[in-house]
C-alpha cells in the first residue's frame, strides 16, 4: 500500500509564482525532496539526521542572500 506524501513547500519559494523552489515531505525515517517545479520527475530521500544538518548549514550560509 502507497500511502499519499504531505509536501510542504518552503516559505522561501522564489518568484512571482512561488515556483522556484523544492518541496520536502517527512516520512519518519527519511525525508524526501523534489523539484517544485517538476514534481512528478522524482524525488530523493535522505535519513533525517543528513537533511537537518543540510538545512542547518544552509541556514548558516548567509552568502546566498540578498543584502
Do not use: Y
Not at 24 to 29: G, T
Not at 38 to 65: C, E, I, M, Q, Y
Amino acid at each position: 500500500m502507497t500511502q499519499a506524501l504531505n509536501w510542504q513547500k518552503s516559505t522561501f519559494s522564489g518568484g512571482a509564482e512561488g515556483n522556484a523552489c523544492v518541496e520536502i515531505a517527512d516520512l519518519r525515517i527519511r525525508v524526501a525532496v523534489r523539484d517544485s517545479k517538476d514534481p512528478a520527475h522524482g524525488s530523493l530521500t535522505f535519513p533525517p539526521r543528513a537533511f537537518a544538518a543540510f538545512v542547518k548549514t544552509l541556514k548558516a550560509d548567509t552568502s546566498h542572500t540578498a543584502t
